[in-house]
């Protein structure tokens, strides 16, 4: 089976798709309580009086730089270090604070959001959220451009992902990690494994299923259950209100433990919670401190979600050419096929694959990696969402998730 490049046209096809697909807004919300105070939510706005400027860069005299991140997302050795990053202060000559920060995109960009309305600092000179956070951001003015001068390697970029609508030409945006939300099990709890997401429902796993607190993750693959390709633009608030009636369903009973960020992996290791929506890299990460393949990961037969983790510089940070010159140095191939070796997460890296062909051949043929055409079929990007649904959307998950 052929092995395919990042910028493989599989992945171009997937994401333009995500990419062209607007709905025209439906006027009347309905069902599951998606009404009055979903719609108040949607019309909040950032206040304040004006957009906030870019911090004086004083990268050529301050040679540090933080960097804040998801768990399990860069290579660490046995002593907790990122060779990595060691590598590139060597290289450099910047130091960089590594904070294992984010856990789930709305809580984090709660703990920011003030700062990044006022142009200051926020803690982290740089940070990877999902890219739909990372498009309403940009949308408030709230991440600085880029110099790609600083970038040379950003031709590395595969070209699929060069151009989404929300940065067209990545003018303040640059991918770290692409990746699956699937469904996992506990093989030894359940060595007959999982197919679907309606397995999850069973009644023999009452208590004992976490779900992603990651709303298109979650939401994704029960609308993908119930037939709707959330890829395209067919599909509008009815539908999503079904979905979430399912959810809603499963919290209230008690079907599911919980609706988590990376904590979920704590459940699993603990035996709390045997089957759930997860994301592909931490399962490998589980496996790993478990000393054997104890979890599963599939992408369920009505298919997966496909999302991508991307490098921003807010506003208030002032080493921004710093953070570029650290985005440039994991843009170099062997870097990152060292870094995917690591987190088992899609590189956005083209020449990643022949890197790690030759350095980490024991990935090379890692679906969850490197995967090939049958596999990213089954792998859909949630559609882009205008503001009211990103919002109306948003208020009935966190709502459900409240009650969980």
């Given amino acids: ?3 395919p490049t990042p910028q493989d046209p599989i992945i171009a096809d997937l994401v333009a798709m995500a990419r062209r697909a607007q709905l025209s807004r439906r006027r009347v919300l309905q069902g599951a309580g998606i009404g009055a105070g979903a719609l108040a939510l949607a019309a909040c706005t950032p206040g304040g009086a004006g957009a906030p400027q870019p911090a004086k860069d004083i990268s050529d005299t301050d040679k540090t730089l933080t960097w804040g991140n998801w768990p399990a997302y860069i290579d660490e050795d046995d002593d907790g270090n990122y060779p990595t ?3 590139f202060d060597e290289q450099t000559g910047i130091k960089v604070e590594y904070k294992v920060e984010i856990d789930d995109n709305n809580t984090y960009y709660g703990t ?11 803690g982290s000179d740089t940070f990877c959220l999902t890219e739909w956070m990372v498009a309403r951001l940009i949308r408030f003015g709230y991440v600085q451009d880029l110099d790609a001068a600083n970038i040379p390697n950003k031709k590395n970029l595969a ?22 939300a699937g469904i996992a099990w506990d093989t030894d709890a359940l060595p007959g494994g999982l197919e679907s997401v309606d397995d999850l429902w069973q009644p023999a796993l009452k208590g004992k299923v976490t779900v992603l607190s990651e709303m ?8 993908l259950s119930q037939g709707v390709d959330i890829s395209s633009s067919d599909w509008g608030t009815d539908e999503y209100a079904a979905a979430i009636e399912v ?11 919980g609706i988590k960020g990376n904590e979920y992996l704590e459940d699993f290791n603990s035996g709390n919670a045997v089957a759930g929506i997860v994301w592909s890299g931490d399962i490998t990460a589980a496996n790993l401190e478990a000393g054997y393949e104890k979890f599963k990961f599939a992408l369920p037969d009505s298919g997966g979600t496909l999302w991508g983790d991307t490098f921003v510089v807010p506003m208030g940070s002032p080493r921004k050419k710093n953070a570029e010159t650290l985005m440039n140095y994991y843009y170099e191939p062997e870097v990152a096929a060292e870094v995917a ?12 694959a022949e890197a790690a ?6 990935i090379a043929d890692n679906q969850l990696i490197f995967p090939n055409e049958e596999t990213l079929s089954n792998a859909h990007i949630f559609r882009t969402l205008d503001s009211a649904d990103d919002q109306a959307f948003n208020a009935e998950f966190q709502r459900v998730k409240l009650g969980a």
Wanted: no cysteine; hydrophobic share 45%.
């Fill in 1 to 3: 089976m052929t092995r």
């Fill in 85 to 87: 990053l060691l590598a």
């Fill in 112 to 122: 920011i959001k003030d700062q990044l309305a006022l142009g200051q600092a926020t």
């Fill in 159 to 180: 070209p699929a992902l060069l151009n989404p609508d929300f940065d067209p030409g990545r003018a303040k945006s640059l991918p770290w990690q692409n990746g699956f």
């Fill in 216 to 223: 298109r993750d979650t939401m994704g693959l029960i609308l």
């Fill in 247 to 257: 959810l809603e369903k499963n919290v209230t009973s008690g079907q599911i433990l």
């Fill in 341 to 352: 070796a690591w987190v088992n997460y899609i590189t956005p890296v083209v020449g990643a």
């Fill in 357 to 362: 062909q030759e350095l980490f051949p024991d």
